[in-house]
């Protein structure tokens, strides 16, 4: 399974995700972020490669459909209401990602 996580960025949030969980067996993992200065800028390829996304505030689910409607019929966007409040691979970030993201994708 292919899973994209999304932020503003792409520094800490998303960042953090693809990181933590690209080790897991069965899933590949990138991320991207919704803002013209995000280090990887999410693009149709990030769309039409994801099985499911990842967002983390819901003005990143709206970005995503503002700019990709086509793309987005058919796949499944998940809200993770992670604020923008935390560094890169921060301990607690680490435990709410591994938390919400649990709740849709088989966790070890």
């Known amino acids: 399974m292919k899973l994209l996580f999304v932020c503003s960025r792409n520094k800490w949030r998303s960042l953090t995700a693809e990181h ?8 590949q993992v990138r991320s991207a972020g919704t803002e013209d200065a995000a280090r990887i800028k999410v ?12 967002a983390m505030e819901k003005k990143h689910v709206r970005r995503l459909q503002e700019k990709f409607p086509h793309m987005l019929q ?6 993770l ?3 923008d409040e935390y560094g890169y691979m921060d301990e607690e970030l680490i435990e709410t990602l591994r938390s919400g993201v ?3 994708i088989e966790m070890p």
């Not at 933590?20 to 899933?27: K, T, V």
């Not at 693009?43 to 990842?54: C, R």
């Not at 058919?74 to 809200?79: A, D, E, N, P, Q």
């Open 102 to 104: 649990s709740e849709y």
């Open 43 to 54: 693009d149709e390829g990030h769309i039409g490669w994801a099985d499911l996304i990842f």
């Open 20 to 27: 933590i969980l690209n080790a897991l067996e069965g899933y």
């Open 81 to 83: 209401g992670i604020p």
């Open 74 to 79: 058919g796949k499944r966007i998940v809200c």
